[in-house]
């Protein structure tokens, strides 16, 4: 079956400080992944995709990504936090037609002043 | 360019009364999609509508929640009769399908509904 799992449900980083969030992911072909923000009250936003090619893959707001298929893994990356950046952060899979998407549950990033 | 408007942003009901939730895509967006986000929780799929015919629904309570997408354009999404699981945020989002954003799907506000 396929599920995606962030198995942090909180991190607080100071900023400054780089920031590492995991994504797991299990799918039985080959997956489109991503990444959402959610700020409080806003909807959710994309913050970068994987479909193929280039495993590191760059994003909006200074955050990349990368797909380690050996892993399935699909963590967040940035490698200097804003108080801004301060959200909860979605990993998302989706199948090739995009008829199916399986979000996480989620992890909330504070960032200490 | 304006985006994904749901209205009401905030519903509080008794469980067993019946709720509507609007959604208005952005405009040419061909797919739609609405999920529900449980507290704690990422978002859950329900429905994904292109253009007005549905292509997956396997994840919507069908004994009490239905959805249609009339003339390919606006959404609603009825819960009746609500129960207290129901409470969550109901988030809609469109997706063009077209174009180099073919597959990004823009999400509108959302809507709260508490059910008490």
């Known amino acids: 079956a396929q599920s995606v799992t962030q198995p942090d449900i909180h991190i607080t980083v100071s900023e400054g400080a780089s920031l590492e969030l995991r994504c797991n992911y299990s799918y039985g072909a080959t997956p489109y992944l991503f990444w959402y923000v959610q700020s409080p009250g806003q909807g959710l936003q994309l913050l970068l995709k994987y479909f193929s090619g280039d495993t590191l893959v760059q994003g909006i707001k200074g955050f990349e990504a990368e797909f380690k298929r050996s892993q399935s893994s699909f963590n967040l990356r940035k490698p200097s936090v804003h108080w801004s950046d301060a959200a909860e952060y979605f990993c998302?899979?989706?199948?090739?037609?995009?008829?199916?998407?399986?979000f996480g549950s989620g992890t909330k990033l504070n960032v200490k002043p | 360019e304006a985006g994904v408007a749901q209205s009401p942003r905030y519903k509080i009901i008794e469980k067993r009364q019946s709720v509507a939730f609007w959604c208005n895509p952005i405009?040419?967006?061909?797919?739609l999609y609405w999920y529900q986000q449980i507290l704690g929780q990422g978002p859950k799929l329900l429905i994904q509508f292109q253009n007005n015919g549905v292509v997956d629904d396997s994840q919507l309570p069908k004994d009490r929640f239905s959805a249609e997408r009339l003339k390919g354009v606006d959404s609603t999404l009825k819960i009746q009769p609500a129960k207290l699981e129901d409470s969550a945020v109901y988030l809609c989002?469109?997706?063009?399908?077209?174009?180099?954003?073919?597959?990004?799907?823009?999400f509108g506000p959302g809507t709260r509904l508490t059910v008490t």
């Open positions: 405009s040419g967006h061909a797919t």
């Open positions: 998302a899979v989706g199948a090739s037609n995009f008829n199916k998407f399986y």
């Open positions: 989002a469109s997706s063009p399908r077209t174009g180099s954003n073919y597959y990004e799907q823009y």
